[in-house]
Each structure stands twice: as C-alpha cells, then as structure tokens.
C-alpha cells in the first residue's frame, strides 16, 4: 500500500475548507404541491409556509430540477408520475432557487418525458430529423433554453446535457433500440458523443461559468460506467463532473457505491463527482426495490437518517466528489384529497417529508454534513491525533485497510 503524504498540511487543511461542495435535492414538482395545498411542517410540527427558504435553514445550498422538450406530449401514466415541467415551469422555480441564493442544476432530458436507462425517446417534434439535422436542433434548442433562463435571471450554475445517459439518448420514436449504445459495441457511439458535443458548445457559449455535467446510473456495474466515461476521453467530449445516480434499492450497498467511486477516482482523476441522485424511504419500500437494506437500515425515520449519515461518510472517504442530491424530497401528499386533489397517482415512500404527517424527516436535518467532511474530529487532542489513524468520520483505527483519505499527526493522508 502506497502512502503519498500532502507536503503542505496547512495549505491543505484550507483548501478541504474552501473548496465549494453542494447538497441538496431535485425538487421539480415542488411548485405543483404548493399549489394543490399541501401542508408541509418543521420535524417538531411547526409550520413551514416558503419550502425553498426551509430548505435553505436546514443548510442545503443547492436544488436541480428537471426540464422537457413537451411534456404535454407525455403518457397519461407519465403525467401521473410528475411530467409536467416545460420551459414556462421551470424559469418559474429555477428563479426562486436562484433568488434564494441557491446554486442550481439544470436537467435537460432531451425527451418528452421520462429518460432514463430503459427509454431515451427522441421528442416527438424531433422524430423525423437525421443525424445532421438532430445535431443541429440539440445545440439550437440548448441555446434557446439556456438564453430564456439567464434573461429572467435564473442562470444554472451546473447543466446537465442527458438524463442517465449511460446507453445513449435520443434513440428515435417510442420503443425504438436503434440508437441505444452498448458496452461491448462501437455502433452509435460516435452519434452519441456528437450530440453531446454539440449541447455542450451550447452550454459553453451561453452559460461560460456552469459546469457540465455527465449523468450515468450504472453504479452497480462500474466496467459499464468506466466504458462509458472512456468513450467520453476517447472523443474529446467536454465536459467537467461525472454525474451519478444511486439508489440502494437498485444499486445494492455502499460498499458497491464505494467501489465504483474509487474505480472513477482512480480513471478519471480531473472530473469532480456528484451524485446528483439518491434516496432511501422512511416507512414503505419504493416500487421494484430489489436490494433490501432494512436490516441495516430499517424503513423508519430513524432508518432514514442513520442510511443518509452513512451515505455521507462513505462520500467522504472520496476526495473528488463534491456534491450530493436527494431525488424528489419535497413530495408530500399531507393536506390533500387523494381521489379528487391529488399531485401524483401514487406516493413516493423515499422523500425527505412523511406523506401522513407533512413533518420533515430526520434525514433532512443530516444532509448538511456532507459539507463538514472533518465534523466529528474536531475534539481530538493533540495528543491523540499525533500517534493515532483516523477516517475523515472520526473514527480511531489501527492502520487504513484500504485507499482513501485518513488523517494522521493533524494532516490528511492518501491511501492508494
């Protein structure tokens, strides 16, 4: 095991303090329950009448939020899950994020609706456009949108070009494979990466200062997510964070989330990482859950909470990631008549509020502390610290097992 020692612990110790990170979550359908009237409550059952402002108290300092081409044309099963946000929608709420003093993320799907691994479809006023055409509507429809948000004055700080992207997008009309790209294929890979490219000199030419994001969802097959972002060096596509989902009911421990941080680490050492989608429920697991971490992590509050400080001190463990997003926290059915006022056609059992109560849960209060990555060492006395190994969580070892960063004699050490 190779120990590289940081030769200027001062300088580091500042630079783990200045260096910008977010937390946050993707409250897209935030505004649609304000408007149906739910009722929303601190976790003590005080009322909470501005969620963003709310938001903000609890130390979270960065929201994202997803955007359609029309999502009018969407099923009525889509619209049922929350497919509603056109341009229109979205200056809306990306301006009260912005106002709040928020950083934001912009999450073009490129697609009438969902888009996701297993649909990618191409917007249907797209259907019928070539390559060349389609390269040319992407960076249009890129310019355009980004042009809207900075004249209302709602610039993203950070731009998603795709939505779990990891085998292509705008594969062609609903249903179609034809486009979709494969691990151990070459075909469609260069379409891919130039529409990627064309949206990304979009995004350079409007909004110079965001940063653009790469968003993939293979966590638990990191050989699939290492390809992927290689095809990206391959061919020079622009681009500056490494964008992940992960999800423990689909994508296992944070034992595998680890490993694929490392595995990303160790390859792509210049990209930032974020995972700019998580979540983990409170009381009822989320349909199709097909790992159950209950026995660690039971569905209950308290389970919520201790999952989400867990999450945070495996994040912790890597240098380069710098960003955590809690996927659909605002959803609160609290205040509503099901059958006749509803904002979705059914709960979802993983956000950051109890649908029965409206009472924020115990794991909003705990995401701040992705951003204090020394908090819970700080009482250590010199004594100790000088002759002792410890994790960024506090935790006194007796010698690292595996690579990361440890602290040792008050400096921080990597542990390849």
């Known amino acids: 095991m190779k120990i590289l020692k940081f030769l200027m612990a001062a300088f580091l110790c500042v630079n783990s303090l200045s260096a910008q990170e977010y937390v946050g979550g993707d409250i897209s359908l935030l505004p649609k329950y304000e408007q149906h009237g739910a009722k929303y409550f601190d976790h003590d059952g005080r009322p909470v009448t501005d969620v963003i402002a709310f938001f903000k108290q609890q130390g979270l300092n960065s929201m994202r939020m997803r955007l359609f081409v029309n999502p009018e044309n969407a099923s009525a099963t889509d619209k049922g899950q929350g497919v509603c ?16 003093g928020m950083s934001l993320i912009l999450d073009l799907h490129y697609s009438d609706s969902w888009a996701d691994p297993a649909k990618q479809w191409t917007p249907k ?38 939505n779990e992207i990891s085998y292509g997008m705008l594969w062609g009309k609903e249903g179609s494979q034809d486009h979709r790209c494969y691990i151990g294929n070459t075909a469609n890979w260069a379409r891919f ?10 995004c350079r030419e409007i909004c110079p200062h965001a940063k653009i994001i790469l968003h993939t969802e293979r966590t638990l097959q990191p050989e699939v997510q290492e390809n992927f972002y290689q095809k990206m060096t391959e061919a020079s596509v622009d681009y500056d964070i490494i964008g992940l989902s992960y999800y423990p009911a689909y994508h296992s421990t944070l034992t595998s989330l680890d490993k ?10 210049d990209k930032k990482i974020m995972i700019v989608e998580t979540g983990y429920p409170y009381a009822w697991p989320v349909g199709g859950t097909t790992y159950d971490l209950t026995d660690t992590y039971p569905y209950s509050d308290a389970g919520q909470e201790l999952f989400t400080k867990a999450l945070i001190a495996t994040l912790h463990n890597h240098q380069n990631v710098n960003g955590l997003y809690w996927w659909f926290p605002e959803a609160n059915e609290n205040g509503l008549d099901w059958m006749s006022n509803r904002v979705t056609d059914s709960w979802y059992n993983a956000p950051l509020f109890d649908n029965r109560t ?17 908090s819970g060492i ?4 010199t004594s100790t610290a000088d002759s002792s190994w410890y994790t960024l969580q506090g935790l006194r070892i007796s010698r690292p097992q595996s690579s990361g960063l440890y602290l040792m004699q008050n400096q921080k050490i990597l542990i390849r």
């Open 85 to 100: 946000q056109d341009l229109d929608f979205v200056k809306n709420l990306a301006k009260r994020i912005k106002t709040a």
């Open 125 to 162: 006023a797209w259907e019928q456009l070539n390559d060349e055409r389609l390269y040319t509507e992407i960076y249009k429809y890129t310019v355009d949108v980004l042009q809207e948000l900075v004249e209302v004055g709602a610039t993203p700080d950070f731009i998603q070009t795709g």
């Open 193 to 202: 990466t130039t529409l990627l490219k064309r949206a990304a000199q979009a």
């Open 260 to 269: 694929a941080l490392t595995a990303l680490e160790n390859k792509f050492s």
């Open 358 to 374: 409206g009472r924020a849960t115990s794991a909003l209060s705990a995401l701040k502390s992705f951003l204090q990555p020394t």
């Open 378 to 381: 700080t009482a250590l006395s």
